[in-house]
């Protein structure tokens, strides 16, 4: 039996604990054993949870460590002892107790998990820049990398200017479930006449919503009939919600908030948006393929998206959108990629 720890900050609501959820519902337990560890009991996730994951709670740094170099931190502050395990984990890749922890444990390999192009990331966000500053003493104790796309692998290598064994592992989704929760009932109104356009994520910079909402007031003005719903919150909330009463978007941009069963929102619309300033991985593209929405996003989002193609000019993609019959797909063939991925990584095969 091979013997896994997995350490996450949390299982709140974000792209990495269901990026989390759904690579533990891909193990085989009769071959794995999983410890996972977290740090808080936020558990919007954790009832989507496999029955044979074994979880802990174990306690934060003091919120000084959040400012001190991962070097300084592993001397200042003494961890517990978890036990031996074939494989430790890092799945967060950010906090410093998650890296701490699983270079603590004794196991005979070390990998850390890559979910955003950190390039991209350290451009955009200075506290990001301050924070690679910081951690990148940690980054050299891991003996793999798991990046979720081909864009995260390549952004890391020229970022950490290292050589170093970096994987692309795509992040499973669970089609099963999107396909039982696709026809329940929702809490929004949407006007099937209409032509309904959605986008999802974090009302955050990343994700580029003030770029989409500019975007759809010019298309909006070519199509009438457009509608777009963003699905989500965050710290943006305010700043979109001006930008949207400012164009007088008011009967034509909502900003939904966030929804437990998003795969029923998205059946019924006509097209999913995507105009974030950089990714990981973007699942809700996955999630809305599976559903058989056309996928409208910028060409320089292909890289963390295999085989999905960006669009040229993404005003006139919006405007040009049209209702037609969606065809859902089971994506089998997404799947058995992402198993195959897994078992070569715990090297089951």
Known sequence: MLKVAIFQSDLSVGGIQKSLINFLNVIDYSLVSVDL??????????????DDV??????????????????????????????????????????????????NVQSKRKIMWLHNDVEKKAHENWRFRLMWSLYQGKLRKFDEFVAVSVGVKDAFIRKYKRS?????????????????????????????AKINIVSAGRLHHQKGFDILIQYFHQASRLNPLLR???????????????????FELGDKVFLAGSFK?????????????LT????????????????????????????????????????????NCSKKPKISSDMSQYDKIVLEKVTNLLELS
């Open 228 to 246: 777009l719903y963003i699905l989500g919150e965050g710290s943006e909330r305010r700043k979109l919600q001006r930008m949207i009463d400012n």
């Open 164 to 192: 170093c064994n970096v994987a692309v592992i795509p992040n499973r989704i669970n089609f099963e479930e999107i396909h039982i929760k696709k026809d329940e009932v929702i809490n929004l109104d949407i006007d099937p």
């Open 37 to 50: 560890f977290l740090y808080q009991k936020d558990a919007f996730f954790h009832s989507q949870l496999p």
């Open 261 to 273: 069963n998003p795969y029923a929102v998205f059946n019924r619309m006509d097209a999913f948006v």
């Open 54 to 103: 074994r979880v802990s709670y174990l306690s934060k740094l003091p919120k000084i460590s959040k400012i001190l170099s991962f070097n300084l931190v592993s001397k200042l502050f003494r961890r517990p002892k978890l036990g031996e395990y074939d494989i430790s984990i890092d799945y967060n890749g950010y906090w410093h107790e998650c890296a701490l922890d699983a270079l």
């Open 276 to 319: 974030s300033r950089y990714e990981g991985q973007g699942i809700v593209l996955i999630e809305a393929l599976a559903l058989g929405l056309p996928i409208l996003m910028e060409k320089h989002l292909e890289k963390y998206n295999e085989n999905i193609l960006g669009v040229e000019n993404l005003v006139s993609a919006m405007a």
